[in-house]
């Protein structure tokens, strides 16, 4: 049985779907169900397109509610999880402070006090009104933003479609968020780099899943340096201050959603998140600021 690699873009990524398969027909037909699902993930809650769920809930803050589907009502529901599992630092209305901080300008520049506490002011996920129906920002100028759970739901996604399609043996990768269907056609584990955060294009170190997924949030995907420190996209909702903690957190578990969650509260947490991660059981590996290597103890 031949394993057939499928290349794509999408969700601001070079993305890659593995399927073993013996029809290659089977297999492409396959691949392009998962992939077009990711795309209609994207082009649904893509806060940069003025006809996603997130643009008209947002255009719509301190109006009148927006009509949601189950989807969307789920994905809300994590995202209230993972705010009270990150005693609200996680918090998916806290997209504003990309208006303080500008991780494209160039040359970089550190926001004032007074633009970092005008965005803290708007960020207020307990106040959300939200149901099975609906969803309202009840003050002008709140937004919501589904850039921390979405790609990784999507990678959950093809997984599923993969399964379910007839592929029990299938990976997806969407940027380096990785979720496994099953293990490989011989029932050997996938091998999944983790990326090095310092070194473009290196490997730190190699994990085996045979299910399950692998997620990784790190310092070096958007971020600038000014007066010798970096200044990374992954900004704690109470402070409005990126961290500075660790480089990267990589978690392995059941789920994409739940590894990605769980590696950005880590670093949310900062010198908290070796607790915070052990509390959730999960295996780990996670570089700090000084460049050394932690990782969780052994599974029994």
Same mark, same amino acid.
């Given at each position: ?45 893509? *806060?940069? *397109? ?11 803050? @301190?109006? %009148? ?5 189950? /989807? ?14 990150? %005693?609200? *630092? ?61 790609? /990784?739901?999507? $990678? ?28 490989? !056609? ?34 070096? !995907?958007?971020?600038?340096? $000014? @007066? ?12 409005? !201050? ?27 947490? /900062? @010198? ?10 999960? /295996? ?13 103890? %052994?599974? %029994?």
């Amino acid at each position: 049985m031949p394993l057939f690699h499928f290349d794509f873009d999408a969700m601001a990524s070079p993305n890659e779907l593995q399927i073993w398969h013996d029809d290659e027909s089977r297999a492409r037909t396959l691949a392009d169900t998962a992939i077009a699902d990711v795309r209609r993930i994207e082009a649904k809650y893509s *806060r940069y *397109r003025d006809d996603s769920v997130t643009a008209r809930i947002n255009r719509a803050a @301190g109006g %009148a509610a927006v009509a949601i589907d189950a /989807e969307t009502y789920a994905l809300l529901g994590y995202a209230d999880h993972c705010h009270r599992l990150s %005693a609200g *630092r996680f918090d998916i209305t806290s997209g504003v402070l990309r208006r303080a901080w500008d991780f494209r300008r160039s040359p970089p520049r550190l926001p004032d006090q007074d633009e970092i506490a005008a965005a803290i002011a708007l960020i207020d996920w307990p106040c959300v009104e939200w149901s099975r129906r609906s969803v309202r920002l009840p003050r002008p100028g709140m937004e919501i933003d589904f850039g921390g759970i979405g790609k /990784e739901y999507a $990678a959950d996604r093809m997984a599923t479609i993969c399964h379910d399609g007839g592929a029990p043996h299938a990976l997806a990768n969407l940027g380096g968020d990785v979720r496994a269907a099953g293990p490989q !056609q011989d029932g050997s584990p996938w091998r999944v780099g983790i990326s090095h955060p310092r070194q473009a294009d290196a490997v730190m170190a190699t994990v085996k899943i045979d299910g399950g997924a692998v997620a990784t949030s790190g310092d070096y !995907q958007r971020f600038f340096d $000014a @007066g010798g420190r970096r200044y990374c996209h992954i900004i704690d909702a109470h402070s409005g !201050q990126p961290v500075t903690r660790w480089q990267s957190v990589s978690v392995i578990a059941p789920l994409c959603v739940l590894a990605g969650s769980c590696a950005t509260i880590a670093m949310l947490f /900062e @010198g908290e998140a070796e607790a915070f991660l052990a509390r959730e059981g999960v /295996e780990y590996l996670a570089v700090d600021s000084a460049g050394v290597l932690h990782k969780s103890a %052994a599974p %029994a």
